[in-house]
């Protein structure tokens, strides 16, 4: 099994189609390809690095896969964007983000935690 990630490179077979898919479900991703590509890239690493192998029965499958990549390219971009305050918006009303290398959130996409029976 080998998990069809969202496109990382410019010379994907699946670009335009990828990259399609990628911008319906993240409406405010980065208009450039080229950024966009860079940060699914980046993502897609970081997502690898801490889900399973795919030979662990313990492996999430494609779809959480695909998702936590998409979610940690959002949290990188959002990331990007905060002052060293951890403020980011306009002067009249900013919001506050805690930027994380991986969040919980993509973690348990990728490692799910898992109710374990347990006998006393």
């Given at each position: 099994?080998?998990?069809?990630?969202?496109?990382?490179?410019?010379?994907?077979?699946?670009?335009?189609?990828?990259?399609?898919?990628?911008?319906?479900?993240?409406?405010?991703?980065?208009?450039?390809?080229?950024?966009?590509?860079?940060?699914?890239?980046?993502?897609?690493?970081?997502?690898?690095?801490?889900?399973?192998?795919?030979?662990?029965?313990?492996?999430?499958?494609?779809?959480?896969?695909?998702?936590?990549?998409?979610?940690?390219?959002?949290?990188?971009?959002?990331?990007?964007?905060?002052?060293?305050?951890?403020?980011f918006?306009?002067?009249?009303?900013?919001?506050?983000?805690?930027?994380?290398p991986?969040?919980?959130?993509?973690?348990?996409?990728?490692?799910?935690?898992?109710?374990?029976?347990?006998?006393?």
């Amino acid at each position: 099994m080998s998990i069809n990630w969202h496109p990382t490179t410019p010379d994907d077979p699946d670009l335009d189609e990828g990259l399609a898919v990628v911008r319906e479900r993240w409406p405010d991703a980065p208009v450039d390809d080229d950024w966009l590509l860079e940060i699914l890239a980046v993502a897609r690493r970081e997502c690898e690095a801490y889900a399973p192998a795919e030979t662990d029965r313990e492996h999430p499958g494609e779809a959480a896969c695909r998702t936590a990549q998409l979610m940690q390219a959002r949290n990188l971009l959002n990331a990007g964007a905060v002052a060293p305050t951890g403020e980011f918006g306009d002067e009249h009303g900013g919001f506050s983000y805690s930027a994380w290398p991986l969040d919980r959130d993509v973690k348990q996409r990728l490692r799910p935690v898992r109710a374990v029976p347990w006998v006393g």
